[in-house]
T-cell receptor, first 111, second 115 residues
């Protein structure tokens, strides 16, 4: 069964730092991997979707990488801002139809 | 540009009562999902549907039923609510193939409290 782990569980940093969030998965036979952001009391918003044939995907200050062979993905946030404070989750497909989520990394960026 | 809409957003039930959560999407997506989110447990899949008229069980289906009579709607029912079903429920949808975009879109959530 696919298992997804996110480290660290929580992170608190000063504004301006560059950050790396980690996502590990046990079954490397995945089609893609998706990163989400969740603000308190809100739903999940898709940030980046990396297909299995890609190594990286970029959107603004966000860069996500995927290494299937090692079962890892990283989300890099450049020049962090207080508005980046949220919980970040990764998800991978399981048995074609379903997605398995990690438990998330809760990020706080203070001014 | 509604995307995925869930109703109601908040509900309080007494143990044993029944209710239905409605999820509607306007993106013509084939796949729809119901998840519950609990502190320390992450998102867990309750039921899902791969198309109109189909449903399938996820990780935690007990105590819930679903129906997908129309492609745009996915209903989640609780026949006899229990305090253990106190949670935030999220609906999500995505287009057909993981090999294509496969991007998952979420609703804003429905917060259910069972007393």
């Amino acid at each position: 069964k696919q298992e997804v782990t996110q480290i660290p569980a929580a992170l608190s940093v000063p504004e301006g730092e560059n950050l790396v969030l980690n996502c590990s998965f046990t079954d490397s036979a995945i089609y893609n991997l998706q990163w989400f952001r969740q603000d308190p009391g809100k739903g999940l918003t898709s940030l980046l979707l990396i297909q299995s044939s890609q190594r990286e995907q970029t959107s603004g200050r966000l860069n996500a990488s995927l290494d299937k062979s090692s079962g890892r993905s990283t989300l890099y946030i450049a020049a962090s801002q207080p508005g980046d404070s949220a919980t970040y989750l990764c998800a991978v497909p399981y048995n074609t139809d379903k997605l398995i989520f990690g438990t998330g990394t809760r990020l706080q960026v203070f001014p | 540009n509604a995307g995925v809409t869930q109703t109601p957003k908040f509900r309080v039930l007494k143990t044993g009562q029944s209710m239905t959560l409605l999820c509607a999407q306007d993106m013509n997506h084939e796949y729809m999902y119901w998840y519950r989110q609990d502190p320390g447990m992450g998102l867990r899949l309750i039921h899902y549907s791969v198309g109109e008229g189909t449903t399938a069980k996820g990780e935690v289906p007990d105590g819930y039923n679903v129906s997908r009579l129309k492609k745009q709607n996915f209903l989640l029912g609780l026949e006899s609510a229990a305090p253990s079903q106190t949670s935030v429920y999220f609906c999500a949808s995505r287009p057909l193939a993981f090999g294509g975009t496969g991007e998952l879109f979420f609703g804003e959530g429905s917060r259910l409290t069972v007393l």
